[in-house]
Each structure stands twice: as structure tokens, then as C-alpha cells.
């Protein structure tokens, strides 16, 4: 049980256009999901935390026009890095949470490594 | 707020020599701590976490972890090291209860060899 999926597990594209990743929770209701930046050798930075059917909040320094997230149902969140440049490269991975647990436990998804060239 | 500090970047010891990765906590409440193991190009698997029950946590893999308020440690342990426990661990910590934001430590890449 537990399992969170991502989709695409790599995507590599040009600068200047948009892609998007999608992070599904595949047997459990998700009522909220963040999304996560891996740099190389470094650990995971919180972008955003975003709860079904409301606005995503953002971490200081994260543009939000820039990632674009929306969770539009108990299942499914997606980021859109839009106008993507090289030093969007980067590892990106979502996690889910669900509603029961007291001890804020994430599920996480398999990450999704993006290349801009 | 909270932070955490692993300390050693980089561990390295011999197949079936006992693991320590250690993990320091700062916290201004009570705290909730998580070991995680990253495999390459993989997202995170949980490995034990604490949550104010027994502060001695066993976990997957044979690994387990021992809370001490008095050091603010939360340092992992395996007894005998395996190839396959090869991977980035990563201690994390959050405050009491539900719903609070996780803070991941920087991370220490464990080696074993053969």
C-alpha cells in the first residue's frame, strides 16, 4: 500500500518551453501532496505543499508563476515548470500524505530527473 | 523550527561491520524524526521513524534508531552492513503531531565494502 507514482521519470527539453510532472498516489487519498527539488548531492528543498482543491503555498524563494502547481483531485498533483531554463535542471520529486496519520508520514514518488537544454 | 545536522557527508565501512550514520536534531517542540533511504534516481523509502513512543525505533532492513533528548540525537544503526544498504540516508525532523513540515538533513552516502 502506499504507493506514489511520477510521471515522466526523466524528460529532457528545450529551453523556453514548458513540462509537466505528473504525481499520482496510486492506492490512498491524497489530501495533501508537496513537491520537492534535489540538486545534486544535496538534499531535498520543499517548493510547495498543496492540498486538493485549493491553492498551492509556496516556499520563500519559489517562484510560483514559474512552478505552477495544481491538485485537482485526491489522487493526482501536477508541476509545470514553465519557460524552462538549464538552471531548472534539477530532481524532482512529490510526496503524498494522507488524511488518518498523526505522525506526518509522506509516501514518496520514484522523482522525475528534468534536463534543460 | 527545526533542523537537523548529519554529520559525515560520506561513510564508509566493510561488509559486515556495524553502520552508525549519525543525526542531530534542533527543535523548539517536541519532535517527530524519520530516517529515509535514497537509492540512485529513486525517490525516498522510509526506513523507521519516531513519534514519541519507545525511544529505541526499529525499522526495515535491520536498521534501527535510538532517541536521546539529552544529546537531541537520533543517530541509525545497523549492526552488520550489507552491499545492499549502499545508498543516501537522510535524517528528517518535524514537529509533534499532524501536519506539520518535514526538514530533511544534507544527507550522508553510505559505502560498503566488499
Known amino acids: 500500500g502506499a504507493v506514489v507514482s511520477q510521471h515522466p521519470s526523466r524528460v529532457i527539453c528545450k529551453s523556453g518551453t514548458s513540462v509537466k510532472i505528473e504525481c499520482r498516489s496510486l492506492d490512498f487519498q491524497a489530501t495533501t501532496m508537496f513537491w520537492y527539488r534535489q540538486f545534486p548531492k544535496q538534499s531535498l528543498m520543499l517548493m510547495a505543499t498543496?492540498?486538493?482543491?485549493?491553492?498551492?503555498?509556496?516556499e520563500q524563494g519559489v517562484e510560483k508563476d514559474k512552478f505552477l502547481i495544481n491538485h485537482a483531485s485526491l489522487t493526482l498533483s501536477t508541476l509545470t515548470v514553465t519557460s524552462a531554463h538549464p538552471e531548472d535542471s534539477s530532481f524532482y520529486i512529490c510526496?503524498?500524505?494522507?488524511?488518518?496519520?498523526?505522525?506526518?508520514?509522506?509516501?514518496f514518488g520514484p522523482g522525475t530527473r528534468l534536463t534543460v537544454l | 523550527a527545526q533542523s537537523v545536522t548529519q554529520l559525515g557527508s560520506h561513510v564508509s565501512v566493510s561488509e559486515g561491520a556495524l553502520v552508525l550514520l549519525r543525526c542531530n536534531y534542533s527543535?523548539?517542540?517536541?519532535?517527530?524524526l524519520f530516517w529515509y533511504v535514497q537509492y540512485p534516481n529513486q525517490g525516498l523509502q522510509l526506513l523507521l521513524k519516531y513519534t514519541s513512543a519507545a525511544t529505541l525505533v526499529k525499522g526495515i532492513n535491520g536498521f534501527e534508531a535510538e532517541f536521546k533528548k539529552s544529546e537531541t540525537s537520533f543517530h541509525l544503526t545497523k549492526p552488520s552492513a550489507h552491499m545492499s544498504d549502499a545508498a543516501e540516508y537522510f535524517c528528517a525532523v518535524s514537529g509533534a503531531g499532524g501536519y506539520q513540515k518535514v526538514t530533511f538533513g544534507t544527507g550522508t552516502k553510505l559505502q560498503v565494502i566488499p
Open positions: 527543535s523548539s517542540v517536541p519532535p517527530y
Open positions: 498543496s492540498n486538493e482543491g485549493s491553492k498551492a503555498t509556496y
Open positions: 510526496s503524498a500524505r494522507t488524511g488518518d496519520r498523526g505522525y506526518n508520514e509522506q509516501f
